[in-house]
């Protein structure tokens, strides 16, 4: 078997429970998920209406299929790729506006 050589800064033992548990060490307590962190999913409350919420898939959905199409054209049409570039913007507002909804803020 071979020895694995830590150092834990923090002290409290994480880095020691962690390699317990990927080097299959029946003697480790392991980590459990909820160890350090509390469990909030049943908390979690959506603090807009299900109509906004819409709105914000749908302001994630368009730009999405939006510059898909473009990017499916640039590509079959053999454009440069710099003109690939601007699409960017497109995919970040559609990723904002789906996490937006996902996270119902």
């Known amino acids: 078997m071979k020895a694995i050589v830590t150092f834990d800064v923090s002290g409290d033992g994480t880095v020691r429970k962690f390699l317990g548990v990927l080097t299959g060490d029946p003697k480790s307590p392991g980590i459990r998920p909820n160890d350090t962190e509390q469990d909030n999913e049943d908390a979690c409350i959506a603090n807009i209406s299900p109509r906004e919420r819409l709105k914000r898939l749908m302001g994630g959905v368009i730009p999405f299929v939006f510059a898909l199409a473009i990017l499916t054209w640039q590509i079959s049409a053999d454009v440069d790729r710099l003109w690939r570039l601007p699409l960017f913007i497109l995919f970040v507002a559609a990723a904002s ?9």
């Open 97 to 105: 506006g789906y996490f937006q909804w996902r996270d119902k803020t």
